[in-house]
């Protein structure tokens, strides 16, 4: 029997409501499950069907298991394309994430005059599509139209060319420091802004400097900020793709059709029709995105710990 104050519900009756708050909680979920699978899931499932088959104007579409994925750690030119995108992994995402920490740092200071203004200075080339500033800076770097050319007219002097195939990579970084610095300044400077204000007035009281301050309060409270712009910079680098794509117009010389990895499979794909090699290496150059960012946070974890 049940006590007083309690309601006796049958056994299947119970069961019957728990089936409809779990289905309840399946239509919240349901949409989101939807639109994943299809708009990745899907598609990653489909790069893998290409990645195992081989199209030929002779023999049409046969089935080659793993062979598609040996040619292309075999590739050079997919290794060309991969070294250059790790030295550009290597030297622009360190600069510009230490000029976006530097900026952060400025703004919170709160000794910056005109810090809002600055603030969306910094942050305004991030709303510039990608496609505009590569065009942009793609002009102002020609030598013979552009902002440099005027510079050598005007001065009677010799400027390098930015768009030559020596300084191409710079180029690219300095477009790509450019669109992304205030990106990632606004995610350090956010995290700086929800730091307890008494952390500071304690360390004051106890006589440290600024210097004392940024190194003992700051940047351990920007230890996670910077592993999140860290790892999606890294990301970014790996797909580098709308600036060498742009810039190829300009400077069809000093930029290949393996430039990138990214360039490589868009070329492989919609230029020689080989759309079961370029599915192969996206997933190459995927697998190998994962798992070196992985290995970034799992180190920068380790350091936290």
């Not at 810039?247 to 010389?253: E, G, M, R, S, V």
């Amino acid at each position: 029997m049940a006590s007083a104050g309690q309601t006796y519900r049958p056994a299947g009756r119970r069961a019957r409501s728990g089936s409809r708050r779990s289905w309840v909680g399946w239509q919240f979920v349901g949409p989101f499950m939807a639109v994943f699978a299809l708009v990745f899931l899907a598609p990653i499932a489909y790069s893998l069907y290409l990645s195992v088959f081989r199209t030929q104007l002779i023999g049409g579409t046969t089935f080659v298991g793993l062979e598609n994925y040996a040619n292309a750690l075999s590739d050079p030119q997919f290794w060309s394309a991969f070294g250059r995108v790790a030295i550009f992994l290597a030297v622009q995402v360190p600069i510009m994430l230490f000029l976006a920490l530097l900026i952060a740092l400025a703004i919170d200071s709160g000794r910056l005059y005109g810090s809002a203004f600055f603030r969306i200075s910094v942050f305004l080339p991030y709303a510039v599509p990608a496609v505009v500033a590569t065009l942009m800076w793609g002009f102002m770097y020609g030598t013979r139209f552009g902002l440099v050319g005027n510079l050598n007219e005007a001065f009677g002097i010799s400027l390098p060319d930015p768009l030559s195939p020596d300084l191409i990579l710079a180029s690219i970084g300095n477009i790509v420091t450019w669109e992304f610095v205030g990106y990632n300044m606004l995610i350090l400077y956010s995290a700086l802004r929800v730091v307890n204000p008494s952390l500071y007035e304690a360390a004051a009281i106890d006589g440290a400097g600024q210097l004392r301050i940024i190194t003992a309060i700051k940047l351990p409270a920007l230890r996670g900020p910077l592993l999140i712009a860290t790892i999606f910079s890294i990301i970014g680098s790996f797909q580098l793709f709308n600036e060498p794509t742009i810039l190829k117009t300009l400077a069809p010389n000093s930029i290949t059709t393996y430039f990138t990895p990214n360039l490589y499979a868009y070329s492989l794909s919609f230029a020689g029709q080989q759309f079961n090699y370029a599915a192969t290496v996206a997933i190459v150059m995927g697998v190998i995105t994962m798992i070196v960012a992985y290995l970034v946070q799992l180190r920068a974890t380790r350091k936290a710990v």
